[in-house]
């Protein structure tokens, strides 16, 4: 899936590049093969590795990290699903994370409604409507710090936001750091649309910093 024509993992690399990250695992599966040569063909900056590793064609999320411990290292790690776009404040995040001493931090935002919603009064009375409010829950918004202990979580049939992230949250392991700013995630046709036509309007929200260019 592209935005302005770029793969969306070319943007989320991109906002990690502009906050001073360097080194990157994409964990392949379907489509892997594209994946390699678009690494292979583009110009990174200068420090910036970016690595795919084949993690299977049909393997859950916390599998994926699972497959990839051993390249991991014993220090904090991020993880996202590299389908979601945000002005996500990476340093603040991982702060709030190493502030806290739990394992696993989770990004999480209140997400625009796709709806209008009606606002109601006594007897059923319609009082107005609200277009496309902000929803008042908080959902995981895919950008997560763990330490190297999330990986006795993980299985290789392991489904990240299951299992793995309820047991955490169990044990007290699991925070959340809440970003009220810029968030989508490409779901659907709806939100390629919208995506890109922030992306055309020249000053996309997600572009932190150089990261419209950093990943050039």
Not at 103 to 117: E, F, I, R, S, Y
Not at 170 to 185: N, P, T, V
Request: proline letters at 5%; one cysteine or more; a negative charge.
């Amino acid at each position: 899936m592209e935005i302005g024509g770029r793969p969306i993992l070319w943007h989320v690399i991109g906002i990690y590049v502009a906050q001073g990250f360097e080194r990157f695992l994409l964990a392949t599966g379907y489509l892997g093969e594209a994946i390699e040569e678009f690494v292979a063909a583009e110009a990174w900056p200068g420090g910036v590795v970016v690595d795919c590793v084949d993690t299977g064609l049909d393997t859950p999320t916390g599998g994926r990290v699972a497959r990839l411990a051993n390249r991991l290292g014993d220090g904090t790690f991020c993880v996202t699903y590299a389908d979601g776009v945000a002005d996500v404040d990476l340093d603040a995040l991982l702060s709030f994370h190493r502030g806290h001493g739990s394992l696993a931090t989770m990004t999480v935002v209140q997400p625009d409604l796709q709806w209008g919603v009606a606002e109601l009064g006594g007897e059923g009375r319609v009082a107005g409507f609200v277009e496309k409010p902000r929803s008042e829950h908080w959902i995981n918004g895919g950008f997560f710090c763990f330490e190297p202990g999330v990986l006795d979580q993980l299985g290789p049939d392991s489904v990240l936001e299951r299992e793995p992230l309820a047991a955490l949250a169990a044990a007290g392991e699991l925070r959340a750091h809440r970003h009220e700013g810029f968030w989508d995630c490409m779901d659907t046709y709806k939100d390629a649309v919208v995506l890109n036509d922030l992306w055309a309007e020249g000053d996309p929200p997600w572009t932190v910093g150089s990261g419209e260019t950093a990943a050039r």
